[in-house]
């Protein structure tokens, strides 16, 4: 089962003043795809510190497979949440995030504004979404093949990148 935890980076909802429904649609679908146990959901404010040690609290101590981040990817001067990622990841796995801004700029030309990072750090996968509750469920069709294979591989399970059957066409040229 895989183990993992949402954090929304949002001053408005840390406060109050606006309700989360980026980190549930997160955690709902998480559920329900990967049969995956929530094991932290929270809402933080927007702040690289406070995400820098809580992303190390949960793939250090907790040991968390999956941390998906919604919120603070843009560029407004409290959107943080890449550097944060940065901060803690030992591996950025660019061609995830390059996937999440194309399928949003399929829908607006905003999404060339995500600043939006994946990578691992030991055995967790870490995830930034944008804070859009559209955005992250276009994004999560397209991420959640992907982020399998992956925790497969940080698991420790042998399989060949590409060789999926789901992204093998039927026909074979000759």
């Known amino acids: 089962m895989v183990r993992f935890s949402v954090l929304t980076l949002s001053d408005r909802s840390w406060s109050g003043a606006r309700e989360d429904r980026s980190g549930p649609l997160v955690r709902e679908t998480l559920e ?13 404010p927007d702040d690289r ?3 820098r040690r809580t992303l190390l609290e949960l793939c250090d101590n907790r040991k968390c497979d999956l941390i ?30 390059e996937a999440t801004r194309f399928i949003g700029l399929q829908k607006t030309p905003h999404a060339m504004l995500s600043r939006g990072v994946c990578g691992t750090r030991g055995k967790t996968l870490i995830v930034n979404l944008p804070g859009s509750p559209n955005a992250i469920a276009d994004q999560l069709d ?3 093949p992907a982020i399998r294979h992956v925790l497969d591989l940080l698991a420790g399970e042998k399989g060949a990148c590409g060789t999926h059957s789901e992204f093998l066409s039927d026909t074979k040229s000759e």
């Not at 603070?72 to 061609?95: C, M, Q, Y």
């Open 32 to 44: 329900h795809v990967l049969d995956g146990a929530c094991i932290e959901a929270s809402v933080l």
């Open 49 to 51: 510190e406070i995400l």
């Open 68 to 97: 998906v981040t919604t919120g603070g990817t843009g560029i407004a001067d409290r959107d943080v949440t890449p550097e944060a990622t940065r901060d803690v990841i030992e591996r950025e796995i660019p061609g995830m995030s």
């Open 142 to 144: 397209l991420l959640i």
